[in-house]
Nanobody, 123 residues
Framework: QVQLVESGGGLVQAGGSLTLSCTAS????????MGWFRQAPGKEREFVAT???????TYRDAVKGRFTISRDNAKNTVYLQLTSLKLEDTAVYYC?????????????????WGQGTQVTVSS
């Protein structure tokens, strides 16, 4: 059974930083595109960032220059560094793994999901 476990969320003031981690029990992790998504209260889940097995990245426009996705294939872990946080970044952040294929910004393309970690940005 594949499990993705996120950690690193919390309460932070606007302008602050957090680093989220997601460790996956996925045998094919090193070849799997990984993504981060988020869902704010009353809103649909939205794409945040994705990274290919080789390290190529794609970001949502609203987080470009502020968030950084990275991965450590030796540790089966993907990271999301959040900086210059804004109130509108408040959400539950989910990591996701795609079983093969190319990186995608569509949630439906990801087969495995973590339980989510809450990020709350205060003024």
């Amino acid at each position: 059974q594949v499990q993705l476990v996120e950690s690193g969320g919390g309460l932070v003031q606007a302008g602050g930083s957090l680093t989220l981690s997601c460790t996956a029990s996925l045998r094919t992790f090193s070849s799997s595109p990984m993504g981060w998504f988020r869902q704010a209260p009353g809103k649909e889940r939205e794409f945040v960032a994705t990274i290919t097995w080789s390290g190529s990245t794609t970001y949502r426009d609203a987080v470009k220059g502020r968030f950084t996705i990275s991965r450590d294939n030796a540790k089966n872990t993907v990271y999301l560094q959040l900086t210059s946080l804004k109130l509108e970044d408040t959400a539950v952040y989910y990591c996701a793994a795609r079983y093969g294929g190319a990186a995608s910004v569509q949630a439906a393309d990801y087969a495995y999901w973590g339980q989510g970690t809450q990020v709350t940005v205060s003024s």
